[in-house]
């Protein structure tokens, strides 16, 4: 069952002015910091076309969350986590934030890539977004996976009792899932 999505954008002409950040005062058990972090999507100089008319909570967020995030993100929420001129990385809640990534290219004008990849492998891909926000996406399916490993070792399908922590002589000593994880990354990388 997926969960968290980690995606990655990334952009041929710089896209850090469009994405701000404030100072927070956090404490993760060792005493208070100062860190800078990304300010909330719905804040976001990028997603004030989505937020004209959108009611706002006493606390600063839209009112009815949930369905903005999933109509304008694409994801029951999302965190911006790292990024510098040409990237962007984050992850998401249930399925990766491919609205947000139209968003974000129609704002800055440019055209788009997003990789993403769940952690049960319930969502692999690769998103486009052009200068009008349009998005079109490649995706693995998690049955996909599984032929590509019986492929790698000369099998039409995967036997029902397949170890997948097993090493294999027929997947370069390695085992399924580490076979597994390096083809999903080439494959996203190949995109």
């Not at 809640?93 to 968003?103: K, R, T």
Request: a negative charge.
């Amino acid at each position: 069952m997926a969960n968290h999505v980690e995606f990655n954008i990334s952009s041929d002409k710089p896209m850090e002015h469009a994405l701000k950040t404030e100072s927070f005062e956090r404490d993760w058990g060792t005493g208070k910091i100062t860190v800078q972090e990304y300010i909330p999507l719905h804040k976001q100089p990028f997603m004030q076309e989505a937020m004209k008319g959108v009611e706002i909570d006493a606390d600063g967020w839209p009112k009815d969350s949930y369905s903005w995030h999933v109509d304008n993100i694409g994801a029951k929420w999302c965190n911006l986590e790292d990024g510098d001129e040409n990237y962007l990385s984050g992850y998401s809640a249930w399925s990766p934030p491919v609205e947000m990534l139209g968003h974000l290219a129609r704002y800055l004008n440019d055209n788009l890539r997003m990789s993403y990849i769940d952690e049960g492998y319930c969502f692999i891909g690769v998103a486009w977004a052009d200068t009008d926000g349009d998005v079109d996406c490649e995706e693995l399916e998690d049955g996909d996976l599984d032929t590509e490993i019986a492929e790698a070792m000369g099998l039409d399908e995967l036997p029902d009792d397949f170890d997948m922590w097993e090493e294999r002589d027929e997947l370069d000593g390695q085992s399924g899932c580490d076979w597994r994880d390096n083809f999903v990354y080439n494959w996203c990388d190949s995109q």
